[in-house]
């Protein structure tokens, strides 16, 4: 294994760069989400960029009191939107976990989760053996799943359901549309003989399985045949948002050689999830990068053929709303009597500017607009969710009193791991909102429409 370089030698490292552009306006520090919980500096991007201009200089160690400042970054990029020069504070702090990890080592409980998720067998027979022992460790209270007992770094929070069978055991390779085969085409109503590839991300493949499910349902009433890669692999979020640079790229690589050669069969790859449609997207790239910066290994291959999959990729909203006629199709459905407040999650709002396709799709519905619906809702990455869960509840607790204040009797967010808080969130301060992904929404109620067959 290549030696991790030290940031000063380097000729401009992705440390400094951008602290050196850092013009201290301060114009992030207000709407940052960590600092409107701790209320101080070192916790802001501006403290951030300062700090690790000075740790890349050599003027500052990485000691444990940075490596609990440089952790408690949610990354949720609102302080790139309002940086006037669009700072990137989340590749720095990234940058910057992969050195934490270099000094202290990835925690064992990560380990193994990073390992799990880069061996589809093992996961698979851990998911299924807790649906089996469901009754023996879960207790189901207002609704939500939450563990008997307390076990370190889960608490008692709220715990996403268990199924006997993942979505990509279920649904694999090619799912023709049934619509488009019994009935005559029509392209009013179909969308033109589309094939789409799906990647579903972890959570919607172990967890929230209706995601997929609805997706399918979807592409099925447009006449759309859907191509899912049984193979595919964990995008690599959590291993990168802790720093473990190695298995994310190991990840991504895997990924990459797997899902190129079905492209050119599809017209698109779609994905239900925010944070995964960031990654391949956005955050790929970012990792390629400080991979080669640190270990100074050559991705150029990897870089062309990420230029070539993301030319296809979609979050599924966005393609869904610019490509096919699903907002024609919808407007002859029926008007819901259900209300509905969008949240929006960081990496669709933030990272991709997605924000008013799934509103556009959520057209049969009443909205009633939350408070701050693209305040971060403090999910945060696996160090938040364990190490640091008292941040993710100071935030989640907003989140939830926003929630309920609209008034609306389901929240909606593409992405799973918003799901995840917002549920935990919603169960803490008893409020009896339902979630349902926005592609939930739209599956019913297509599902109940009156005038289309
Ligand atoms: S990514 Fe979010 S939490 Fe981190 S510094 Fe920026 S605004 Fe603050
Ligand atoms: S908004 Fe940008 S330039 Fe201004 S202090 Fe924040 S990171 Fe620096």
């Known amino acids: 294994m290549s030696e991790i370089s030290s940031p000063t030698s380097n000729k401009i490292s992705i440390l400094q760069k951008s602290a050196m552009s850092c013009v201290k306006c301060a114009k992030c520090v207000p709407t940052c989400t960590i600092y409107s919980v701790n209320r101080d500096e070192i916790t802001s991007p501006r403290g951030y960029l300062d700090l690790v201009s000075a740790y890349a200089e050599g003027k500052l160690s990485m000691d444990l009191n940075l490596k609990d400042s440089i952790e408690s970054c949610f990354l949720c990029t609102t302080c790139v939107t309002q940086c006037p020069m669009s700072l990137p504070v989340d590749i720095v702090i990234e940058r910057a976990r992969v050195d934490i990890a270099q000094k202290y080592g990835i925690p064992f409980y990560k380990k193994i989760l990073f390992y799990m998720l880069g061996k589809r067998s ?23 799943k939450k563990i008997r007992f307390k076990i370190p770094k889960i608490g008692d929070r709220v715990i996403s359901p268990l199924n006997k069978k993942s979505f990509l055991q279920t649904y694999h390779g090619l799912i023709e549309s049934q619509y488009k085969k019994n009935h005559s085409i029509n392209n009013t109503q179909t969308s033109n003989n589309k094939k789409v590839g799906i990647y579903i991300g972890c959570l919607s493949n172990y967890n929230y399985l209706n995601v997929g499910i609805s997706l399918l349902k979807i592409l099925d009433k447009l006449g759309i045949d859907a191509f899912v890669p049984q193979k595919q692999e964990c995008c690599g979020a959590p291993a990168f948002f802790s720093g473990d640079i ?67 990729t979609f979050m599924a909203s966005k393609w869904l709303h610019d490509y096919t006629n699903l907002d024609e199709v919808l407007k002859i459905c029926k008007k819901e009597e259900v209300t509905v407040t969008y949240h929006d999650p960081c990496h669709a709002r933030k990272v991709l500017k997605i924000y008013q396709e799934p509103r556009k799709l959520l057209k049969n519905f009443t909205l009633k607009e939350m408070n701050e619906s693209s305040a971060c809702c403090g999910f945060g990455g696996v160090t938040i969710q364990s190490e640091k869960y008292h941040l993710a509840k100071a935030i989640g607790d907003k989140k939830a009193q926003n929630i309920a204040k609209s008034g609306a009797n389901i929240v909606s967010a593409e992405c799973s791991a918003c799901r995840m808080q917002i549920d935990d969130s919603l169960s803490r301060n008893d409020v009896h909102t339902k979630f349902m992904h926005p592609l939930e929404l739209i599956a019913n109620n297509l599902e109940n429409k009156s005038n289309i067959e």
């Not at 996961?123 to 009754?135: D, K, Q």
């Not at 390629?288 to 050559?298: P, Q, R, W």
């Open 122 to 144: 093992v996961l698979n027979f851990v998911f299924s053996m807790g649906y089996y022992f469901n009754p023996c460790i879960f207790k189901t209270q207002d609704g939500y």
């Open 246 to 312: 190695k298995n994310t790229t190991k990840l991504i690589k895997k990924n990459l050689n797997y899902l190129l050669p079905f492209l050119e069969d599809l017209d698109a790859l779609l994905i239900p999830e925010a944070t995964c449609s960031a990654m391949l997207l956005s955050d790929w790239h970012h990792a390629l990068e400080i991979e080669s910066e640190v270990f100074g290994i050559d991705n150029k291959q990897y870089f062309d053929k990420l230029e070539v999959l993301t030319k296809k």
